[in-house]
Nanobody, 117 residues
Framework: QVQLVESGGGLVQTGGSLRLSCVASGSIFSINTMGWYRQAPGKQRELVATMTSGGTTNYSNSVKGRFTISRDNAKSTVYLQMASVKPEDTGVYYC???????????WGQGTQVTVSS
């Protein structure tokens, strides 16, 4: 019914840049919030950034000023532009979508981001 497909992950050197994409498809109908979460080895999954349908953004303190979230509502796509990456940015990045009706949540399979020191 619903599918989120992430792309853009990979290996990047410290200080480099990477752009993640997530395309939502299926019977979502109306999307409220789209965002990114990540999980580093041995750690809990944490918020990276989110954006509401109205354009309001929310970033974790650890990525503020370095990462930028954006979305194309017509394409049901959310992006994460990662700049000045650090080794601590390493982890599996998951796309998250919250529907406008009943706040139903959907998750992607995740894409690995590895930052070399």
């Amino acid at each position: 019914q619903v599918q989120l497909v992430e792309s853009g992950g990979g290996l990047v050197q410290t200080g480099g840049s990477l752009r993640l994409s997530c395309v939502a498809s299926g019977s979502i109908f109306s999307i409220n919030t789209m965002g990114w979460y990540r999980q580093a080895p041995g750690k809990q999954r944490e918020l990276v950034a989110t954006m509401t349908s109205g354009g309001t953004t929310n970033y974790s303190n650890s990525v503020k000023g370095r990462f930028t979230i954006s979305r194309d509502n017509a394409k049901s796509t959310v992006y994460l532009q990662m700049a000045s990456v650090k080794p601590e940015d390493t982890g599996v990045y998951y796309c998250n979508v919250v529907s406008a009706w009943k706040s139903r949540e959907y998750w992607g399979q995740g894409t690995q981001v590895t930052v070399s020191s």
